[in-house]
């Protein structure tokens, strides 16, 4: 009888496992929290991780800093963002008290896909709480199969714009109600 008994707990157990891996693997839009989050950024395995940093402001309006690194032969590389030919290798977090002007999401379109990520911003408008379109930038994660000289061996590379269909204070809400920011 006591072993009958455990076969519940048992299963419940291992579904709870099973659903948490799927959610962190699965399509739903997610952003790291403060610290190191490991990741499945290639969706094949390849360990990779993202490093997120508060820089306090001692107001409102302190930020959050990200970078992403994957590894590749033994070693630690990080993983640059292209928007128009310009560089950047770290992502930013940033709004006021009342609302996020700034922040991004990572999602997958299928299973073992690799991660995209989306950027949105609102602009400042007159005042940090103004409620104004936010903007949706998707980027594509790309390998440099030639190893082409300058270039890393994964980036994001930007891919599509939208803009919402209504008008937000904070862009996590548009993150929310906006189905666009997936185009």
């Known amino acids: ?3 009958t008994g455990r076969r519940p707990i048992l299963l419940a157990s291992a579904l709870l496992v099973a659903a948490a891996t799927a959610s962190a693997a699965g ?3 997610f952003r790291p929290g403060n610290g190191i ?3 499945d950024l290639l969706g094949d395995g390849t360990p990779s991780m ?10 409102a309006h302190s930020f959050d800093v990200v970078s992403l690194y994957v590894r590749v032969d033994r070693r630690w590389e990080i993983v640059p963002f292209f928007d128009a030919g310009k560089e950047q290798d770290q992502l930013a977090s940033s709004g006021g008290a009342d609302c996020l002007l700034h922040d991004f999401r990572f999602f997958r379109r299928k299973p073992h896909a690799p991660l995209e990520l ?3 911003d609102r602009d400042d408008g007159d005042s940090f709480v103004d409620v104004r379109p936010v903007t949706f930038r998707r980027y594509a994660l790309v390998r440099n199969v030639d190893s082409e000289p300058g270039a890393p061996a994964w980036s994001f590379q930007w ?3 939208r803009v919402s ?3 937000y204070c904070d862009v996590g809400d548009a993150f929310g109600n ?3 920011w997936r185009e």
């Open 50 to 59: 993202t490093v997120v940093g508060k820089r306090e402001n001692f107001n």
């Open 178 to 180: 906006e189905p666009r």
């Open 118 to 120: 989306v950027v949105a």
């Open 1 to 3: 009888m006591e072993r």
């Open 27 to 29: 399509q739903d839009p």
């Open 159 to 161: 891919r599509a714009t």
């Open 165 to 167: 269909e209504k008008s």
């Open 37 to 39: 989050t490991k990741l």
